[in-house]
């Protein structure tokens, strides 16, 4: 599907031309104070040179005609240029396989119920495949490891049965897992179920730090949807039902801050870095959109800021995205379109 973004952005590009222009005439006016006033022309200016910064690949993947249920997560392996799927319903398989240029490898559905949440690790020479699995079954309440061919390598949880807060390893419908280069395990747990929390573990399955409240104040979640990790130590949380993102120190677990202000229409579903770690990609489903936001410097929170919106057509229900690490380029699982859309950077 394509964005409907031209009409959308010449009009916002002409509001934010005239917005600028009235805040230097209020500047020149001595109604606002000097500083102020830079401050804010710069970031309208800045804006307006970046107001489109990806464009939809209508190219992949080559055959679409793959997907044949609910596509709701994506991960990229930047090794073997893999494009990893997983999807719901019945008879289908649960991960599909693709090539960066949109070709089919393969399927696999091995011990995969409900998938929610994927994440491709990679150390640098080996990759594997992590799902998170919300299933009722035998399956469910789960985070499992399977080698890149879809074999089982590890499973987090006691398979079938949900967890509480009061038992570290017993998931309650996970909602996404990160895994760092040197195997420090990040997984928030709480797609709706009794736990609501952010767990961080060693590589041998320890756990180093976690938040475990159900709430509104700091460090606190309702419904803890996304995780991913920065280069500085920062660990970036997608409170959903909060609606803001939430952000923690990876070594002590401290909370840092947190963003509200750009989720007052919908919460954030999903949280990516560019490779440059200039901005984070959002997805929110409830308003069909992908968000970039630009990250923060080191050692600021500040509040959010939006430089881009990626709108999207209606109904299509964007819910969690992954990002190239060698290209730069997005991946968007939609629900509702029941597609995987790729969009790649204009520069």
């Not at 570290?168 to 009794?194: C, H, K, R, T, W």
């Not at 979640?221 to 409170?239: C, E, K, L, Q, Y």
Request: hydrophobic share 40%; charged share 15%; proline share 5%.
């Amino acid at each position: 599907m394509r964005p409907r973004g031209g009409v959308r952005c010449r009009l916002v590009a002409r509001v934010t031309a005239a917005m600028a222009l009235t805040l230097l005439v209020l500047a020149l006016l001595g109604a606002l104070p000097g500083a102020q006033v830079l401050r804010t022309i710069t970031f309208y200016s800045s804006w307006m040179i970046e107001q489109r910064l990806y464009k939809l690949d209508v190219s992949w993947p080559k055959l679409p005609e793959y997907f044949t249920g609910q596509t709701f997560c994506v991960g990229v392996d930047p090794i073997s240029d893999l494009v990893y799927v997983a999807q719901r319903g019945v008879n289908v398989p649960k991960v599909l396989v693709f090539s960066e240029n949109g070709d089919f490898r393969q399927a696999w559905n091995s011990t995969v119920e409900m998938p929610h949440g994927i994440f491709v690790a990679s150390n640098g020479t080996d990759s594997s495949v992590w799902i998170t699995d919300v299933g009722n079954g035998k399956y469910g309440h789960t985070v499992k490891q399977y080698s890149t061919s879809g074999k089982p390598v590890q499973t987090l949880g006691t398979p079938g049965k949900p967890g509480s807060a009061l038992i570290p390893l017993q998931f309650d419908q996970p909602a996404e897992v990160f895994v760092a280069q040197n195997g420090d395990i990040y997984i928030v747990d709480g797609d709706g179920g009794l736990n609501n929390r952010l767990l961080k573990l060693t590589n041998d399955f320890k756990v180093m730090w976690l938040h475990a409240e159900n709430g509104t104040g700091a460090a606190q979640f309702r419904i803890p949807h996304s995780v991913t990790v920065d280069s500085v130590g920062r660990v970036w949380v997608a409170d959903r039902a909060n609606k803001r993102i939430q952000v923690f120190d990876k070594v002590t677990g401290e909370w840092l801050g947190a963003w509200s202000s750009c989720f007052k229409e919908d919460g954030p579903y999903s949280v990516r870095l560019t490779p440059n770690e200039k901005y984070l990609i959002v997805a929110q489903l409830n308003i069909n959109r992908v968000s970039i936001l630009a990250a923060p410097p080191v050692g600021s929170i500040g509040d959010c800021i939006v430089v881009n919106i990626i709108q999207m057509a209606d109904e299509v229900k964007p819910h969690l995205v992954d990002v190239n690490v060698k290209t730069g380029a997005i991946y968007v699982a939609a629900i509702g379109s029941q597609q995987v859309h790729k969009y790649v950077p204009l520069n």
